[in-house]
């Protein structure tokens, strides 16, 4: 039973499109964040919600909307997508919004060509 | 903000050889100093972390230091085996109930040799 799940696992697009990852937990925690690895696997925070409140909004292009409908679940949603955005979108989810002992999904490869 | 400085970007041990990764954090009010494995292709997964109030940690095979004053700790592998093969993340954040962020170093790459 997986603890964090994304989806899809993988996505390719083109430019100028508009997608959505899906992310799920039944840890039952109730932080859950928005990760960004690009390809020198640099991993940089974009979102952080608590029970379906923004926590945290790094400087992140309005084109990216999170969305939480309830505390398991964190969307990400991607306007007009752009050749920058290629990277590896990971959500993670932590007990409290202290942060600790995150719990990362397994990733969604997003390429854009 | 917090920036997180992490050496060597690179390390190839021989198997059975201790592994020893670096890392500087430059906000002082940093209290969590969690560490993370990267398996090619995987999700990052937390292998040890400390809290600001101990010097020291260890979990089997794998240790961490913090020294405050100097703004720096380290992860210690030892008896290294090809599994320990992977990317290495520090990271350090301010842990506070308004929301935590964890701002990551930029990554070992450790390649154990058999």
């Known amino acids: 039973d997986t603890a964090v799940s994304q989806t899809p696992k993988y996505l390719v697009t083109q430019m100028g499109n508009d997608k959505s990852i899906k992310c799920e937990q039944n840890?039952?925690?109730?932080?859950m964040y928005w990760y960004k690895q690009d390809s020198k696997k640099f991993l940089k925070i974009m979102f952080s919600y608590n029970n379906k409140e923004l926590i945290i909004n790094e400087t992140v292009p309005n084109r990216f909307s999170p969305k939480s409908p309830d505390k398991a679940h964190l969307n990400l949603h991607i306007n007009s997508l752009e050749l920058g955005d290629s990277a590896v979108y990971f959500c993670?989810?932590?007990?409290?919004?202290?942060?600790?002992?995150?719990?990362f999904g397994q990733g969604t490869r997003l390429t854009v060509v | 903000g917090e920036n997180v400085e992490q050496h060597p970007s690179t390390l190839s041990v021989q198997e059975g050889d201790s592994a020893v990764i670096k890392c500087t954090y430059s906000d002082s009010a940093s209290n969590y100093f969690p560490w993370y494995k990267q398996e090619l292709g995987k999700r990052p997964q937390l292998i040890i972390d400390i809290r600001s109030n101990v010097g020291e940690k260890k979990d089997q095979r794998i240790a961490v230091t913090l020294n405050k004053t100097a703004k720096h700790f380290s992860l210690h592998i030892t008896e290294t085996q090809p599994e320990d093969s992977a990317v290495y993340f520090c990271?350090?954040?301010?842990?506070?109930?308004?929301?935590?962020?964890?701002?990551f170093g930029g990554g070992t790459r450790v390649l154990v040799k058999p």
């Open positions: 993670a989810s932590s007990l409290s919004p202290t942060g600790e002992r995150a719990f």
């Open positions: 990271a350090a954040a301010v842990s506070k109930a308004a929301g935590n962020k964890l701002t």
């Open positions: 840890l039952g925690h109730d932080t």
